[in-house]
């Protein structure tokens, strides 16, 4: 079964950019919500951004907005997130997901990952002086 794939994480300082991939297979992709998520060291798993591939808008959790884009190319499958103004709090790894039968994004769903069922291994940011 293919998975979703991660890529694009590593060390930076604060202040400075990343961009992170996720290839996800055809059928997690297609007219559907894909997530970024986020887990630091002993926090929970948070959303980060959802953007459906339907291209029907995006959604951010408060802490990044303005300074993450999520984005995305129908033709790879891949959905981006780049991360400006980085800070040390945004250190975490990295998760891109995809909900289990299609569907819309909605707000509600960073806060509630159970929505989504393909997960990827995840890609490591670290943010530090």
């Known amino acids: 079964q293919e998975q979703m794939m991660e890529s694009g994480g590593g060390s930076v300082q604060p202040g400075g950019s990343l961009k992170l991939s996720c290839v996800a297979p055809g059928y997690t992709y297609n007219n559907n919500c894909i997530g970024w998520f986020r887990q630091a060291p002993g926090k929970e798993r948070e959303g980060v951004a959802l953007v459906h591939s339907g291209g029907d808008g995006e959604f951010y959790a408060d802490g990044v907005n303005g300074r993450f884009t999520i984005s995305r190319d129908n033709a790879k499958k891949t959905v981006y997130l780049q991360m400006n103004n980085l800070k040390p709090e945004d250190t975490a790894m990295y998760f891109c997901?995809?909900?289990?039968?299609?569907?819309?994004?909605?707000?509600?769903?960073?806060?509630?990952?159970?929505?989504?069922?393909?997960w990827g291994q995840g890609t490591q940011v670290t943010v530090s002086s």
């Open positions: 997901a995809a909900r289990a039968n299609g569907g819309y994004c909605y707000v509600t769903m960073l806060a509630q990952k159970r929505h989504f069922t393909y």
